[in-house]
């Protein structure tokens, strides 16, 4: 250091003082002239005092940063208990219907999850379709696709695992085809799919989309794999499909015939 200050910035003359903190060295405070005059006992004093300002201005920092971590923390926590009772008490008013669920699950995900547009993906045996939206972008409510892992919802299905994509335009075009054509047709950059299981089988996927390109937040991923439905709620959501309900008109009809037919 005395080398390179005597070589770059002319110093001849140079005085150092440690800064400290609870006795540990945290930097040192230099100064120096261009020329030989030795500083005399009150300026080094104060230099002594700038390190120590400086050590205090230090740890003020620190603290600040501390609390500040600490309330961005209390206040993402307070954020997700507010979701989750948001979801839950919907769940409670609605014993049995599950689209007013879901519809709140969606509402909550784009309010909480920081994305611009949510929507819930529930499978069908090899199909799934989209039942609940919320957002600008254009959904495609109520079509079937079959349950694949070219595209996002249908890999999370598969994998039982949260798929993360900050930026659609690097996705492998043939690993995610799917996935890339409805980006295109959707207009999003960015979108997180978490499954939403049912004893250990996905019955359906979360999804969070942005028009703009960036990672979604590690918390934000977090609390998105805890809002769905519980497996008891889960449990009703196949009434929710065209073919489950066709499915299931057909065997009230069949025991409707069937009950007639008994003799009396």
Known sequence: MRRATADLGGARTLITVPMLRKDQIVGVLAIFRQEVRPFDEAQTKLVATFADQAVIAIENSRLLAELRSRTTELSESLENQTAMAEVLRVISQSPTDVQPVLNAVVEAARRFCGAGDALIVLRDGDDSAIVAHEGPLTASLGRRRPVSRDNLSGRAMLDGLTVHVPDSILLDPKEYADAQAMAREHKWRAAVAAPMLREGAAAGAIMLRKIEPGAFTPRQIELLETLPPR??????????????????????????????????
């Open 231 to 264: 497996p008891s709620s889960l449990s009703r959501t196949c009434a929710c499909s065209p073919r489950s309900r066709r499915r299931a008109a057909s065997s009230r009809w069949r025991a409707s015939t069937s009950r007639s037919s008994w003799p009396t």
